[in-house]
T-cell receptor, first 114, second 116 residues
Framework: DAGVTQSPTHLIKTRGQQVTLRCSPISGHKSVSWYQQVLGQGPQFIFQ???????GRGNFPDRFSARQFPNYSSELNVNALLLGDSALYLCASSQIAGVGETQYFGPGTRLLVL | AQKITQTQPGMFVQEKEAVTLDCTYD???????LFWYKQPSSGEMIFLIY??????QNATEGRYSLNFQKARKSANLVISASQLGDSAMYFC?????????????FGTGTRLTVIP
């Protein structure tokens, strides 16, 4: 079975622009979470979606938004990009949203904001 | 306070030897899960092992084992018989049941280098 896939793999944007990142979960997984990993740090939680509904939101500004589609794929949107948004954006999927559920991560999208 | 603390920025281990990567956590929740992930330079986070707060036995997965000491709030990862391919960043993470969401709190990671 295919793992979590993300697109694009790399992206270069300039300040003030908008970006959309895409994620396809493992087949059969209904929950998708997004994380931001700044260089030298551990990933930080941005959003979780389960069955197309937002289940959790991390401490990120409203410039960050996401949605989940009927096929459980997801998009993360970031508006008005800042230099500090440069990071590796990771998507993770799990079957459900329980405490014991393992999240499986995709390869990430590397975003560079100039 | 940090929910996950990894105090070892870098560790070295000789090939075929065992190594322990430290992780302490902070939570007031009774139900939580602890995870270890490996991140090679490619960036993908690879799941290694899971320990639930109510699990009485330490988790094991092949060469990986988790030394879970609940009273000390520690969840150290032990890698036995290290291989060159084990060189990577290792992250400890926790999820708390009370949040209702699936979010993981990660530590800052430990960079493991396996020496031939």
């Amino acid at each position: 079975d295919a793992g979590v896939t993300q697109s694009p793999t790399h992206l270069i944007k300039t300040r003030g622009q908008q970006v959309t990142l895409r994620c396809s979960p493992i087949s059969g997984h209904k929950s998708v979470s997004w994380y931001q990993q700044v260089l030298g740090q551990g990933p930080q939680f941005i959003f979780q979606y389960y069955e197309k509904e937002e289940r959790g939101r991390g401490n990120f500004p409203d410039r960050f938004s996401a949605r989940q589609f009927p096929n459980y794929s997801s998009e993360l949107n970031v508006n008005a990009l800042l230099l500090g948004d440069s990071a590796l954006y990771l998507c993770a999927s799990s079957q459900i949203a329980g405490v014991g559920e393992t999240q499986y991560f995709g390869p990430g999208t590397r975003l560079l904001v100039l | 306070a940090q929910k996950i603390t990894q105090t070892q920025p870098g560790m070295f281990v000789q090939e075929k030897e065992a190594v322990t990567l430290d992780c302490t956590y902070d939570t007031s929740d009774q139900s939580y899960g602890l995870f270890w992930y490996k991140q090679p330079s490619s960036g993908e986070m690879i799941f290694l092992i899971y320990q639930g707060s109510y699990d009485e036995q330490n988790a094991t997965e092949g060469r990986y084992s988790l030394n879970f000491q609940k009273a000390r709030k520690s969840a150290n990862l032990v890698i036995s018989a290290s291989q060159l391919g084990d060189s990577a960043m290792y992250f400890c993470a926790m999820r708390e049941d009370q949040t209702g969401a699936n979010n993981l709190f990660f530590g800052t990671g430990t960079r493991l280098t396996v020496i031939p």
